[in-house]
């Protein structure tokens, strides 16, 4: 313990100051090298974007151990280095044919390929890197070989120095720390580097993968949140990149990214006017010339804003009266003289609002981004009002869809604990800094913020089997969901956004959800209008009253009084 000692007071600190020889020389050593295995291995282990870091910065930053080398000279980091060296005497002792030092000499020949994983420039020397590689990747294969026991296959039993670190339940909290900073983005290793330390282990490297798959699987039951998949995909170890990518590919489906489809407008115009006969033709151009007039009039008369003319404006241009003058307009629309004046005056208010619509937005907030962050889609109470019903899935997310015959929303089931947020953040993170693609787990993240809003959402479908609730009450999971709101770009995921639609068709389409807007839009929103509407009647009513308290009514109206 007293070397250890010395080399931590001589470790490198945070801060330490550019070490520019250094750097120069693994530069050149790497224009040496030959290019194409650089190009073999892309980058897997990315920073945090800032936009997710700066929301939560404690859930994607490890608190207790630091695997790899972002984060292994952080002073707080150092409590769990006698752990990871204890892990490596037990795991140089399960070699017996060779030293440890030999292992770290095999390491440094992967130096450029290690290297090229990481998003950051790593300001070590290859021998320190090996070290660092060797040293973290004993104590992660030490942890995961927990799961590996869950399955009934035993390599050796965990030491008394770990066993209040690694749990075989899994119920200790310093094993639910480890297990949240070990699938952080920012705290990983290669995973050839586990594959080559079992190598060492095992006879061959089959043997070395069917063991390290095995703890990748019961690795998965424990972290993943989406534990009641029927089939986890089949693949070989090398296609993975860590355990992070590990979890990405295994729960997220392959989508392709389906290009958009843009129609020409000029030609659409071009065809339609050839099919429109001569007939059409003219009378198309005449309620031009007669829009023309009306824009120009409407021009003039949108400058004026004073006295009267704006109280007019205002009154005219209200939700109710636009209904009311939307009715004589189907009607004179079939005149023939009217049926030119009929297009200009919808258009005339149709532009109306979309200019009040799109001010409003402007000056609610002018240095707001778009908001692209919630999906519109209704909360799960509102769908369940109106007679939508949720069942969970056994499978992955390419299983949500909704059938709009029996209004049932199928999502995958899924279970939330204490390392579930941190998990799926991490997975988001890694989707927007790897994925060129769709981001689907991104869009999924998104559809369960849209329709969760508080926690009566969440205890439906917690009732109904979609959440597993793993936490302290359904106003956590609430926030959970509704604090993941952060989105790095927009993004189009087919069978995600079929659904989205499919559901919002359903919602929209019933009659107490059309009355509601209805009245919202029409009646509840204007009642400026309706109180002056009403001072209006009032006020002719009391004028009529007092004309017949002076005249007599029924003589001036020719009203016969009924006869007694």
Known sequence: MASFVQTESSMPKVNQIFDEIRWVIQIRQTLEEEFEDETEVP?????????????????????????????????????????????AKRYQKQLQRIKFQNLVDQLVKFES????????????????????????????????????????KILSRVSSRMSHLVDYAGRKSAH????????????????????????????SLDEADDMLLVMLMGFYKEVSPFKV????????????????????DTIVPKVKEQPEIVEEEGENEDNEGQAK????????????????????????????????????????????VKVVLKLPLTILSKLPFFSVLAQPLESLISSQVKEEGKSENENSNPHKPPSVEEITIPSVSDLSNVGVRFAPTKGNLSTISFDAKTAMLYLPAISLD??????????????????????????????MNGIIDSDEDVKLLRERGVILNLLKSDEEVAKLWNGMSKSIRLTKVPFLDKAIEDVN?????????????????????SWQFLAVMAGIVL?????????????????????KAPSI
């Open 43 to 87: 980058v897997s282990i990315f920073s945090v974007p800032k936009v997710l870091m700066s929301s939560a910065p404690d859930l994607y930053t490890p608190q207790q151990v630091a695997i790899g080398p972002y984060y292994h000279w952080r002073p707080e980091m150092y409590e769990m280095e006698r752990y990871k060296l204890a892990a």
């Open 113 to 152: 390929r290690v290297r090229a994983c990481y998003h950051k420039y790593l300001d070590f020397n290859g021998e320190t890197l090996a070290w660092m590689m060797a040293i973290d990747a004993s104590f992660l294969l030490e942890f995961l070989q927990v799961y590996a026991i869950k399955e009934g």
């Open 176 to 203: 639910n720390v480890i297990l949240r900073d070990i699938v952080m983005l920012e705290n990983q290793i290669p995973l050839f580097i586990l594959r080559k330390m079992l190598e060492f282990q095992f006879a």
């Open 229 to 248: 998949m029927e089939a986890l995909p089949t693949i070989q170890v090398s296609a993975w990149a860590h355990l992070l990518d590990f979890l990405y």
């Open 277 to 320: 006969s001569p007939r059409l033709l003219l009378s198309s151009i005449g309620t031009n010339y007669i829009k023309q007039l009306c824009d120009q009039i409407w021009n003039l008369l949108s400058k004026l804003s004073k006295g009267p003319i704006e109280i007019v404006k205002r009154h005219l241009l209200s939700n109710p």
């Open 418 to 447: 204490v390392n579930s947020e941190a998990c799926m953040r991490n997975l988001v993170a890694y989707e927007a800094s790897n994925a060129s693609g769709p981001l689907v787990f991104t869009r999924y993240t998104e559809l």
């Open 505 to 525: 068709k359903y919602y929209d389409g019933r009659w107490k959800v059309k009355l509601g807007k209805f009245m919202k839009q029409y009646v509840f929103s």
């Open 539 to 559: 006020l002719l009513l009391v004028t009529l009253h007092a004309f017949c308290s002076v005249y007599s009514c029924s003589r001036v109206f020719h009203i």
